[in-house]
């Protein structure tokens, strides 16, 4: 059983920056898929961002050059650098592991259903 704990969330005004953290629990966290997702209200879940074992990353179009996701293995902890925030952005932030994940491309890391193991979300809010 793999447990994800999510942080960094709050209320920041347009423009502005966030750190999410994903603190995960794991001997092998180094091996994990890992994943953040965005639900904002009367949205369904979407891909936002991802990050491989071997340290390949892909991004949702929509914060492609705002956003960036990173891996601390010594860590266990995965972030997601949020920049130039727009209200867009608001959203309950999950992140996601695949513990033993397949070798795939974008399509693989982009589908919910891929993932293991889900944290508790984060609120992400962003004021005009």
């Known amino acids: 059983q793999v447990q994800l704990v999510e942080s960094g969330g709050g209320l920041v005004q347009a423009g502005g920056s966030l750190r999410l953290s994903c603190a995960a629990s794991?001997?092998?966290?180094?091996?994990?898929?890992m994943g953040w997702f965005r639900q904002a209200p009367g949205k369904e879940r979407e891909f936002v961002a991802a990050?491989?074992?071997?340290?390949?990353?892909y991004y949702a179009d929509s914060v492609k050059g705002r956003f960036t996701i990173s891996r601390d293995n010594a860590k266990n902890t995965v972030y997601l650098q949020m920049n130039s925030l727009k209200p867009e952005d608001t959203a309950v932030y999950s992140c996601?592991?695949?513990?033993?994940?397949?070798?795939?491309?974008?399509?693989?890391?982009?589908?919910?259903?891929?993932?293991?193991?889900w944290g508790q979300g984060t609120q992400v809010t962003v004021s005009m």
């Open positions: 990050i491989t074992w071997s340290d390949n990353t």
């Open positions: 794991g001997r092998t966290f180094s091996n994990y898929g």
């Open positions: 996601a592991a695949r513990v033993n994940p397949a070798i795939g491309g974008r399509n693989y890391y982009t589908s919910p259903g891929v993932y293991d193991y």
